[in-house]
């Protein structure tokens, strides 16, 4: 599984875009790339993954890097709602297992 | 969240008591993660279970814990003679080939 490396923490201005880098230079060429939140205690949330193309859903836009070793979630307008512990991931898509190896993510703080 | 469903949502326990979390995966899931979160720290992974088989048990502590993921019925994770060590949030998450989705969480408290 590879290392990430993300901020401690972040701070954002409400409706403005919150972009949060992550560091994974040792990530292998079939692990894919997870972003998950975590509001308060709360159940970790997914936000998104991706391999090599840049993904966009609902909830935000991954930006990969050519060489795959860092990638940004953009969160294109944040919200209060927003702030959160955000954590950047590599994984193994499929296969017999498929766990999550938390590190101690980026902590947004989005301002109003 | 939706869909993953856990409890009880709070727990409390005396030292030397059992303590049993449930999980109940979401609809057509069939492989069920549990992870550790104790205070002020990560979730750490425990064990990996698809129904009636253990996958992957590397994060569990070797005494006292166990889990099982039945043909019928939710997970259960189950904590014989509970420490004050124990006190934690455990969170499970149910999982497609993909992602993983996470349920709200049960948290132990040891007295």
């Known amino acids: 599984d590879a290392k990430t490396t993300q901020p401690t923490s972040m701070d954002c201005a409400e409706g403005r875009a919150a972009n949060l880098p992550c560091n994974h230079s040792?990530?292998?060429?079939?692990?894919?790339v997870y972003w998950y939140r975590q509001i308060h205690s709360q159940g970790p949330q997914y936000i998104i993954h991706g391999l090599k193309n840049n993904e966009t859903n609902e909830m935000a836009s991954l930006i990969i890097t050519e060489d795959r070793k860092s990638s940004t979630l953009i969160l294109p307008h944040a919200t209060l709602r927003d702030t959160a512990v955000y954590y950047c991931m590599g994984s193994w898509k499929g296969g017999a297992t498929n766990k999550l190896i938390f590190g101690t993510g980026t902590l947004l703080a989005v301002q109003p | 969240n939706a869909g993953v469903m856990q409890n009880p949502r709070h727990l409390v326990r005396r030292r030397g008591q059992e303590a049993r979390l449930r999980c109940s995966p979401m609809k057509g899931h069939s492989h069920v993660y549990w992870y550790r979160q104790l205070p002020e720290e990560g979730l750490k992974f425990m064990v990996y279970l698809q129904k009636e088989n253990i996958i992957d048990e590397s994060g569990m502590p070797k005494e006292r814990f166990s889990a099982e993921f039945p043909k019928e019925g939710p997970s259960i994770l189950r904590i014989q003679q509970v420490v004050r060590g124990d006190s934690a949030a455990y969170f499970c998450a149910s999982a497609t080939q993909e992602t993983q989705y996470f349920g709200p969480g049960t948290r132990l408290l040891v007295l």
């Open positions: 040792t990530i292998s060429g079939n692990e894919y």
